[in-house]
């Protein structure tokens, strides 16, 4: 039995849920998100809650019990308050920046050319460049899925180097450091 998926949702003031044809639509102050439920998922709403139950118990319906349950109470969180992610661009010469009208993301990263990104509507994106100090990109977004792939996107364009530490990383990461070369006598 799954105890996530058993869970009642509480469902806020100001958000509007919409069933129909197994799409759920979440509307909140910062945005809209629509999900399509698939599986044997039954999704019953009451007055100010959301119970997720499975129609059939077989081993498929059981693992989407409880998914289905925190994605759902993830589009509520984030159509009410919405999400964060803080990357740091660490490296001499590594340069982020917006154009277009704050719709693409260009990076210098020590590269022959540079990296263009173009920015999904759903996410907002500000960077901090302050003096001695690494450049931060802040994505937010009220669509936490979005959000972390496309984070892990541009974390990937040049990941944490293990000697030096230069790249791009989410805030708080620790990265190993290997040594490098010693010379021996």
Known sequence: MSRIGNRTIIIPKNIFIKIKNNVISVTGPIGTISMKI????KIEMEENQITIKRIENNKYNK???????????NMIIGVLYGFKKELEVKGVGYKVALANDNQVLEFHLGYSHNIVMNLPKE???????????????????????????????????????PYQGKGIRYINEYIIKKAGKTTVK
Do not use: C, W
């Open 38 to 41: 698939i599986g044997d998922i």
């Open 63 to 73: 693992s989407l019990h409880g998914l289905y349950r925190m994605l759902i109470n």
């Open 123 to 161: 996410l907002k994106v500000e960077i901090k460049n302050e003096k001695n100090q690494n450049t931060r990109i802040l994505l937010m977004s009220y669509d936490k899925q979005l959000l972390g792939i496309f984070a892990a996107k541009i974390r990937s364009l040049k990941k944490p180097d």
